[in-house]
């Protein structure tokens, strides 16, 4: 029965780590929030079922500012401006030896800037901008697949042009969350190990006013 369950898991992780994401909201210049789960769907009380595996998510560029574990999510100090996260640890690698697959997690609040500082990162084209480009090391990634979630939970779906670039239409007030994955085949470092697939998940909210 063990053995059952365990290759239940298994299979249902790299459904699980694709739906889940991590992202990052600020009001303001007050404390940020981290949140592991489904940004699309409303919270349940308390949190992601699954948010108790978001532990240490670390602050892009590092940080010493304190993190606070709230009902649901985490709340740091950061410094002024843009706040960028990223994290490996949320989910262990899963499968079979030869066929190991990981995520990593890249997270960002606000348009302030244009700067990329993450290996993934959803970015807009301009400070405070509508457009926004998915950029992995540095260089965008051509017709990426960028969802678009709107302040009441609606979705969509934009296939970047050839830049990367996305520019979905902003006709309501309120917080936006945009994600994109990457995946990566092949002999792949990971936390000193190898895998043979890595998702890279990238996030990116901002409240249009």
Same mark, same amino acid.
């Not at 992601?48 to 532990?55: A, I």
């Not at 640890?89 to 030896?97: A, N, Q, R, Y």
């Given at each position: 029965m063990k053995t059952l369950a365990l290759a239940s898991l298994l299979a249902a992780m790299p459904m699980m780590a694709q739906a889940h994401e991590v992202w990052v909201e600020r009001d303001g210049a007050g404390p940020a929030r981290i949140y592991l789960g489904e940004p699309a769907?409303?919270?349940?009380?308390?949190?992601?079922?699954?948010?108790?595996? /978001?532990?240490?998510?670390? /602050?892009v560029p590092a940080s010493s500012a304190s993190q606070t574990r709230k009902a649901g999510f985490i709340e740091v100090a950061a410094p002024a401006g843009d706040v960028r996260v990223t994290d490996d640890?949320?989910?262990?690698?899963?499968?079979?030896?030869g066929k190991m697959e990981a995520v990593i997690y890249y997270a960002r609040a606000g348009r302030a800037d244009a700067r990329i500082a993450m290996p993934l990162e959803i970015a807009p084209t301009?400070?405070?901008?509508?457009?926004?480009? /998915?950029?992995?090391d540095g260089k965008p990634v051509p017709s990426a697949k960028i969802t678009v979630i709107t302040p009441d939970k609606w979705s969509k779906a934009?296939?970047?042009?050839?830049?990367?670039?996305?520019?979905?239409?902003?006709s309501e007030k309120g917080r936006y969350i945009l994600t994109a994955t990457h995946e990566e085949t092949g002999d792949l470092?990971?936390?000193?190990?190898?895998v043979a697939k890595l998702y890279h998940i990238a996030t990116t909210t901002f409240v249009n006013e």
């Open positions: 769907k409303t919270l349940p009380a308390g949190g992601d079922p699954e948010f108790e595996k /978001l532990k240490a998510p670390k /602050l640890s949320v989910f262990e690698p899963w499968g079979e030896d301009a400070a405070n901008g509508g457009s926004f480009a /998915l950029m992995k934009f296939t970047a042009d050839a830049s990367g670039t996305v520019a979905p239409k902003l470092a990971y936390k000193g190990g190898k």
